[in-house]
């Protein structure tokens, strides 16, 4: 292990530089992200208005966004670009920008954005393809439902309803305006309602339900003006201007058409321009100015050519690019893929490298440890074949020495036996002697002092015997007593 200690503390070292220049970078990436976000919100809010402005905000914000790698950034810059671009009548650019913005939404799995750009998309099909729009905004409802987002829940049931409405089943479409005209008042989004207001009152003049249509279309220029909301202030001027040509109101008209195309100029619709074309023919025809209304008329028929011709272009165009945007997703995809599996590859290569390597230091150590281990076992056995061979000497030396005490010791018994046999026949000799002068003297057949005298002899002899069979006992004189044996 001390091998690998200074690598482990140099990757110690080097991580929490990293970390302490990662956090130094975070807060700096931080305030850049900020700035871009106040930008993106600017350039969102000023589409109705000036949507060339918010193109041009949206690019400076995707600069930003892609100097410091800020996902969200760019793909939000995109779609931004896009709803300007989609307010210019650029329909081409416009999905361009908006299928670029979802590829970079779905690379961070960002919900929200990605269901604000089927939205989107949805909004530019409307006019084109209304069975590719409500598969557009359902996906995008389906999102927004699911992450209870009110604000996207009612932009997108707004959308729905202008579905209806271009299909003349205006009864769904004001279902669908109400159902986003709550939302909207419950989040006091005042420029939201004016939409909503303005859509509700075409359907009620589609209805002819005129003073209802004549009521919200005013309150909602109203509002508008006083937002400057350009483009709605030009939207509503055409239904009302409509309005008052079939009332014969021709001076509220004529005043509504000249606002309108002015409004129109601002915000550079060229579709607007062409609708007030459209209704100046019209109010020319009833007013019986026929050769103004044969003017406007053929004005008309060279736009309505050019614009259906650019039409059936735009529409080419958007399949032919929405096409080639998701063969480009597709390829982003298998490229993504890709790369998560080389990087999986290369972290799995390193993984293995380290535990070959640490295997090989656990394999170096284990072989030194048993070479020391078996060295010991070495020693240990020697030690124990000597100690083995110590025992058994030891052993022999104890039976040798056994031997000689079993030998000493059945010469001592035999020498006890003989002392045994011998004492008791040399004592009995002397003590019969005691008990024969003790039977005479009791019968009074020899003298008193005589008896004592022949007593003493025989307890001398007793005395004598006593003595020798203790020097005998002490090993004194034992050749001189085994012969008397």
Not at 81 to 87: A, R
Not at 440 to 453: L, N, S, T, W
Not at 464 to 483: F, Q, R, S
Request: aromatic share 8%; proline share 1%.
């Amino acid at each position: 292990m001390k091998i690998f200690l200074p690598f482990i503390i140099i990757i110690l070292l080097l991580s929490q530089k990293a970390s302490s220049i990662n956090f130094v970078m975070r807060d700096f990436i931080a305030s850049d992200t900020t700035e871009v976000n106040k930008m993106l919100k600017q350039g969102f809010l000023i589409r109705l208005t000036n949507p060339t402005q918010s193109v041009e905000i949206g690019n400076k914000a995707l600069k930003e966004s892609k100097k410091i790698n800020y996902i969200y950034g760019i793909g939000e810059a995109l779609r931004v670009i896009g709803v300007g671009n989609y307010y210019l009548d650029h329909p081409k650019l416009a999905i361009d920008n908006y299928l670029s913005a979802l590829n970079y939404f779905q690379q961070i799995n960002n919900l929200p954005s990605e269901a604000k750009v089927y939205n989107n998309i949805g909004n530019l099909y409307s006019n084109i393809d209304n069975k590719e729009a409500l598969s557009f905004f359902n996906k995008a409802l389906l999102i927004a439902s699911n992450i209870k987002d009110r604000h996207l829940v009612a932009s997108i049931n707004l959308n729905i309803g202008s579905i209806y409405y271009r299909q003349n089943n205006y009864i769904s479409a004001n279902q669908y305006y109400n159902k986003s005209l709550n939302i909207y008042n419950f989040l006091k989004d005042t420029t939201s309602q004016i939409i909503c207001k303005q859509n509700i009152g075409v359907t009620f003049f589609h209805l002819k339900q005129y003073d209802k249509a004549y009521s919200l279309l005013i309150e909602a220029n109203k509002s508008a003006k006083e937002l400057g909301l350009n483009r709605i202030i030009a939207s509503i001027d055409i239904t009302l201007a409509e309005l008052f040509i079939l009332q014969n109101k021709f001076l509220e008209a004529d005043k509504t058409i000249i606002e309108g195309i002015n409004y129109a100029k601002m915000i550079k619709s060229e579709s607007m321009i062409a609708n007030y074309r459209y209704f100046r023919f019209k109010l020319e025809f009833k007013r019986k100015n026929y050769k103004l209304a044969l003017s406007n008329l053929y004005t008309i028929y060279q736009q309505d050519s050019t614009a259906h011709d650019k039409g059936v272009s735009t529409q080419i165009d958007l399949i032919r690019e929405h096409a080639k945007t998701e063969e480009r997703q597709r390829e982003n995809e298998r490229l993504l893929e890709k790369e998560k599996l080389d990087r999986v590859k290369f972290l799995s290569a390193i993984a293995i490298t380290v535990l070959l390597i640490f295997s090989v230091g656990l394999l170096i150590n284990n072989l030194k440890r048993k070479a020391k281990t078996n060295t010991q076992l070495q020693a240990l056995n020697t030690e124990v074949l000597k100690q083995k061979q110590r025992v058994e000497e030891i052993n022999l030396h104890l039976e040798e020495i056994i031997l000689d005490r079993t030998k000493e010791l059945q010469i001592k018994n035999a020498k006890l036996e003989s002392y045994s046999s011998y004492l008791s026949h040399q004592i009995r000799g002397p003590i019969s002697s005691l008990k024969g002068l003790l039977m005479i003297e009791k019968d009074g057949m020899v003298g008193k002092q005589e008896c004592i005298d022949m007593m003493y002899v025989c307890v001398n002899d007793i005395d004598k015997i006593i003595l020798e069979i203790n020097d005998m006992l002490n090993g004194d004189n034992d050749e001189a007593m085994m012969k008397k044996l």
